[in-house]
């Protein structure tokens, strides 16, 4: 039971680059979504999806693209690279909530940095 | 709106010793959970404990405890007799639901350093 997965762990891209960061999960969670981790701001909740087809945005959107076309995957894309977006990118997955207990089981993390 | 505060952003203690991490948190919703995440120097957020806010009731887990206080909108963590390997990052963090559907709310997080 590998339960989340993501690749790359270490990306480098240059300003105005585009790239997915792949997320997957084999825990057959309906809820999954994405975090950035920057120091001393914890974590942030970029985009989340509540099953196949539904995706909404969480606190800081801009920039980042998702799609969820099965329960398992829900890549994440940067459409043009900026500095700002450095930073540690967690994926996540759960029950639905509402769905009795709820915890997010995150992945090991992408350390991404836009030169 | 949810918060989350994390008052402590580095303690340093001494291996044995005993050390308690600081947790505030705002909700308007009366139903809610709260959490405590590991975040060791490899990296991965480590689930530790879910409390529900209908369960005041104080958990021990080996050498962890939790103490919830609705009544003060605290959610504290003790580290009895703390050891080398508990040196960590450790976040607290709310899901309160309703407009804020599947969103955990972090804190900043307290860096904690045992030195043997």
């Known amino acids: 039971n590998a339960g989340v997965t993501q690749t790359p762990k270490f990306q480098v891209l240059k300003t105005g680059q585009s790239m997915t960061l792949q997320c997957a999960q084999d825990m057959n969670h309906e809820y999954m979504s994405w975090y950035r981790q920057d120091p001393g701001m914890g974590l942030r909740l970029i985009h989340y999806s509540v099953g196949a087809g539904i995706t909404d945005q969480g606190e800081v959107p801009n920039g980042y693209n998702v799609s969820r076309s099965t329960t398992e995957d829900f890549p994440l894309r940067l459409l043009s690279a900026a500095p700002s977006q450095t930073s540690v990118y967690f994926c996540?997955?759960?029950?639905?909530?509402?769905?009795?207990?709820?915890?997010?089981?995150f992945g090991p993390g992408t350390r991404l940095t836009v030169t | 709106a949810q918060k989350v505060t994390q008052a402590q952003t580095e303690i340093s203690v001494v291996e044995k010793e005993d050390v308690t991490l600081d947790c505030v948190y705002e909700?308007?919703?009366?139903?809610?959970?709260l959490f405590w995440y590991k975040q060791p120097p490899s990296g991965e957020l480590v689930f530790l404990i879910r409390r529900n806010s209908f369960d005041e009731q104080n958990e021990i887990s080996g050498r962890y405890s939790w103490n919830f206080q609705k009544s003060t909108s605290s959610f504290n963590f003790t580290i009895t007799a703390s050891q080398v390997v508990d040196s960590a990052v450790y976040f607290c963090?709310?899901?309160?639901?309703?407009?804020?559907?599947?969103?955990?709310?972090f804190g900043q997080g307290t860096i904690l350093t045992v030195h043997p």
């Open positions: 963090a709310l899901y309160a639901g309703g407009t804020s559907y599947g969103k955990l709310t």
């Open positions: 909700t308007r919703d009366t139903t809610y959970y």
């Open positions: 996540a997955s759960s029950k639905l909530p509402g769905q009795g207990a709820y915890e997010q089981y």
